[in-house]
Each structure stands twice: as C-alpha cells, then as structure tokens.
DNA sequence: TTGTATGCGTTATCAC
DNA sequence: GTGATAACGCATACAA
C-alpha cells in the first residue's frame, strides 16, 4: 500500500499512471479533448484517476482563474426560520450554478461583523450576501464598507438602505399591509389597530406606513392612539395588548408586526374573555411556525421567494459589473386561518 | 489612479512599493521580522501594503501549506432553530481557533448530499461537520462513504452510529426523559404517559427506552398503551393525543418527544374542557420557542453545548489523527414553566 | 495527437 | 538584514 504520502494525488500523478503528461489529463479531465486526445489515451487516462484516487483541487483552480465561484453569506441572526429560509432559497439558485456558499452567522457582536467579512475577502469570495436587517441609517451596512470600495458586488436582504451602493431585496410590506387590512375590511371591519415591532429599522418604518396607506386607501380611519410605541419583551406585549383592547372602543381588529408578538397577544385576549375572530380578529406577519399552530391568519414573505431574488440579482451583478443598484421588493401572500374566519374560540 | 488593472494587489505589488523584496513583506505581515528586518524597513513595507490596499490571499497560503482552515459544515434542516444552535455554538469556537464554515443546507434531496460533501472535499475542507439526523441504519451516514474513505475527520451531531467510523454527538435522551419523569413523579403523578416522534432513527429509539428506564426506575408502572405509534401532520397528532386523554384510567402527565407536538395536544386539551396542569401536566423535549409562548415545560437539549463539543471533537482530532472514534453525549436540563406547576389554565 | 513551459500568490530555505 | 528561488496543483498557449 502506498500510505506512506499523505499528500492527496495530484493531476501529475495522474499523468504518470498513465504515462502522458500532466496537460493530456487537464485536457481529458476538463471535457476539452475532443478531436485532441485519442479515445486510447482517454481511456487511460480516466481510468488512471479512478485508480489514484484523484481529486479536483477547487484551491489550485481558483487561484489560477481568479475566481473562486464562493460566495459570502452573512446571516445576522441564523436562528430564525425567516432568515434560515432565506438562505436556503438563495443557496438553491447559486448552486444551480455552481457557487457554494462561505457563511458565517453573527448574531450580536458588532464588531465582529467587519472582521469576517474581510476574512470572506481573504478567501476571494465572489460575492457577499447579506441576510438580514442591520438597520443602521446609513447608505450601506458599516461591515460592507471595505467590500464595496474593492467593488466587490454585494446583496442585502432584509433591509433597505436609501440611495444605496448595494442592491437591496425586501419583501414588499406595503402589499403586506394592504393585503391584511383589506382582508379584515371584507369581513366588515373598520376599527383596526396596527401593532408594531418592537424594533427599529427600515422594516419598522415600511409596515407602519403601508398600514396607514392601506388604512386611507380603503377609506378607513387610522387609529393613531392604536399604533402604541413598541415595548420589549413577551409579558409587556401582551401588556401593552391589554391596554390595547381595554379601550372605550376598541379595535375589532388587530394587525401585528409579526407572529411572536400575536402569540402573547393570544394569551391577553383569554384574560379579557374576549373571543376570537368574533370579538376580535387578528392578522400576523412573517406566517412563522407559531401562526400555524395557533391557528393565526398571517403575511408570508415568502423568505425562499427573496432568498431566490438575491441570488438572481447576484448572477446578474457578477456576470456584467456596472449595473445601477437597486431595490427590488419581492410579492408576499396572505395565508388564512382562524384567527379571522374561523368558529369563535374561547 | 491605477484603476487600470482588476487584479488585486499581491504581495509582489506591496515589496516594488517598498522597495524592498518580496520575502521581506512576507516576513512583516507575518510577524517574523523579529531580529530579521530593521525597524525601518517594516515601517515603510506596513505603510504600503496600506497604501496598495493589499489583502492576503488565502487560497495562496493554503494551497501552499496543505490546509485551508476551513469546515465543511452539512446541515440537514437549516430550518429549524435547534439545528441553527447547533450550527452556532460550532462556528463560535471553530471560528474562535481560526477556522471559517464552508455551509451546506440540505433538506430532502437524498442523491445531491454525497455531490455536496464531495465539493467540500474538492475545496480542500479541512474536516466535516455533519449536523441532523440522517437516519440511515449503518455504521455511518451514507453520504460519508468517500470522505471516510479518504480519512478525513467527521464528526456527527444529532444522530448515533453504532460501531461507527466517525465521532458522533448526541444530547443525553435518557437524562431528558429521566429529568421529565422524575420532575413529573414529584409532583405526585404515576400515570404517565410518552407520546413518541412521528419519525425513526436512535434519536427516536433513545427517547422511548429512556422513558422506559425512567419509569422504572422511578418504581412506575410503563403504559404500554400510551405510547402509539407515531402519527404524521398535526391533526393526526392531536387526534392521537384525544384518544389517549379518552381512555377509561387516563394518564395524569404526558411526556412529548417534542413541543411542536405538544402544541397540537393543547388544542386537544381544550376540546376535552380537560386544565393544565391539574387535569394533565405537560412536559415537551426541545424547548423549542412554541414552548415558551405557550408556557410548556420542556426539556431544553442545549443545541449550542451540542455544536461545542462536536467543534471541539473535531479540533482534537485535527491535532492528532488516530482517536478511537466515540459517541458523547451532552448534558440537558429541565425548563420548568406553567403546564406542569402553573395555575391551572382552562 | 501529445508534451513543455509559464504563471496564479504564497511561504520558506537558502545564499548573499 | 535581505534577495533570489522553489514548490503547492492546475489550465493553457505554444512547440513538436
């Protein structure tokens, strides 16, 4: 056994179980030996790499064409289906065309960021692709600083930066917004509360306004007392819930920034005895886990859906560089449960 | 500007700016210049690879060195924050040590994971992470074979191999199901009853013997007839969890192989106008975020402790080759919340 | 039809 | 202290 070499066995090796060169088995190996090669030889040559053992190495390629077909995931927050979903979706469509994908999860840690999207650039990634909000308001995120001035091409999700120097890909809130109070509206309801997410951001800001376009649009009143400041955690919410519905007249509605918020919002209703969708109806947003188990209308974004956009757009980019950047707002759906049209629930 | 040239500036570029040779750059930006190049001279090279924007190339170093720092890591369900937290807890000391994650998410696709490890392996990954269940009743995951073969480090999480050729991590099912129904005897309750995974595998295997052993060694009698066999979608299971709460002698807990079953069982629940905890005690496995919405105890498996200690199995092993491969399993805890010592809820 | 030579960007071993 | 030079594995222009 020849074990004593731990050395993997290179494309010379090949060539020398074959006795040809080390340019026949590129030409064999890499389908270019058409009218070049004899079918003899090719032979082989194949069978010679079956027998070494041979392997690819992606390293020595990419240093000799100057592209690595890598590209650089930064997930802000990799435990979320949203985000997860994301890059399953983007992953689907580089793959397809040959790009694997360099990632790393930051959840926190600031400082961090920029320092392993360097190390991305160390390695020679194509591309960066940037999963999830970093809500700073800037003309790009602060960790992209150095990628874009190398011009390297970049893709944000999630977050859209004005008169940006990166492409953007969100999902379209405002069709979101509407999509929800137009719903209720066909069941009859007028008072409906906008409950908003208890973070900042462009995001934030797209759903707070497509909630009051929404509300003018279909002739309805916004109600500004309803659209409380967001609070922090689970119990305050469903707090600030219970204030919510305590009201004079309160909503018949309630339209939630996302799933989680709604889940305690639940819990707040039980103690009001207040029943749902008779007494109250209530619409989510992001369609998570949660939504189907509570049995809770809810937006889909659709996350694979944006995860997908990106990618395109990032083909687009690395195939032909001097595109004006843009932000592209991808279609969301309403999924439909109980919690506006089924039996009233205790 | 010299916007002439795409290419990026090599370490070539940065010694004709210093005017000093290549070697000495290399010898500065790597901290070997001790007693070797004038304070000086390592002045003027540090300002201009500033000046030029330089940027070691890693794919250089490591086709050099042999080694590219870098994991191939191989989700089988991104999706799910448990998988994510593993994936995490990973990264942080991997990436603590050096080492950067080169991801791959695959859901169902059976045929394509061999094709995926196989790329990490043409990309010179220096080990592979194997996160999920994989299920398969051999002494490795299939799509192992070659890198196995090639005597590449493996590690597994979330899935034991017996006999195997590769490390696996586990979280300790018996201790979770011993925690439960120790936590669930204490409070008095001797019928108990197990609702196992709606899926196979030594996962779902540990957990049903470890109920078993728990049980008896807590001196309760086992209720063969509680744990049915496994149904699929959510109304299955909550019709499932109906039959079992309609029996004669009904038990007075139930023990679940994971929240997102148990969710559905609560709706079950509410339809029997049976209360948690005093009608039913409830204890699910994962503690996963429904559990926390819905006030579950749960037993919480510490995805990220998992993801360590596979990262740390995986750099020992990169530091010394020949280990005898073994299986370790990681402590869980109890997180206790009001279905098993709430007021009851109706 | 096949073989030779060169360079991609590093690091490391030598002479100078 | 410093500057040539080799090697890592591959693709390709060019010579034979």
Redesign the pocket.
């Known amino acids: 056994m020849p074990e004593t070499s731990p ?2 066995p ?3 090796d090949v060539a020398r179980a074959a ?6 088995v ?2 064999v ?2 389908g ?1 030996s058409a ?4 079918d ?2 090719r032979e082989r040559v194949l069978a010679a790499a079956r027998k070494v053992g ?1 392997r ?2 992606s390293l ?2 990419a ?4 592209r690595t077909n890598t590209i650089g995931v930064f997930v802000s927050f990799l435990g979320s289906r949203y985000h997860a979903d994301i890059v399953l979706g983007a992953q689907e469509v580089l793959e397809e065309h040959g790009y694997s994908l360099l990632l790393t999860a930051s959840e926190t840690d600031h400082k961090a960021r920029a320092s392993r999207i360097s190390f991305m650039m160390n390695h020679r990634v194509d591309a960066i692709l940037l999963v999830g909000g970093f809500y700073e308001d800037m003309t790009q995120p602060l960790c992209l600083n150095e990628a874009v001035a190398e011009r390297l091409p970049c893709v944000v999700v999630d977050d859209a930066y004005a008169h940006s120097t990166v492409d953007c890909v969100v999902s379209d809130d405002s069709q979101g917004l509407a999509l929800a109070v137009n719903h209720l509206k066909s069941f009859g309801h007028s008072r409906i509360a906008y409950l908003p997410a208890p973070w900042k951001g462009t995001t934030a800001d797209a759903r707070i306004n497509g909630y009051i376009r929404a509300m003018t649009a279909a002739g309805l009143d916004v109600m500004p007392e309803l659209y409380a400041p967001p609070a922090g955690a689970g119990d305050e919410i469903a707090n600030l819930a219970l204030e919510l519905l305590r009201q004079p007249n309160r909503p018949t509605a309630l339209i939630a920034a996302n799933d989680h918020m709604l889940g305690y919002t639940v819990r707040a209703l039980r103690e009001l005895n207040l029943s749902t969708p008779d007494d109250v109806a209530l619409v989510g947003y992001g369609n998570q886990e949660i939504a189907m188990v509570m049995e809770l209308t809810s937006v889909d974004q659709q996350p694979r859906l944006m995860g997908k956009s990106a990618a395109l757009r990032l083909l687009a980019r690395l195939e032909q560089g001097d595109m004006p950047h843009q932000t592209i707002q991808t279609p969301v759906k309403l999924v439909v449960r109980a919690s506006t049209v089924g039996e009233a629930q205790p």
């Open positions: 050395r993997k290179s494309s010379i006795s040809v060169s080390q340019a026949t590129s030409y190996l890499n270019k009218g070049l090669v004899s003899e030889t041979y690819p190495n020595a390629k240093l000799l064409k100057g």
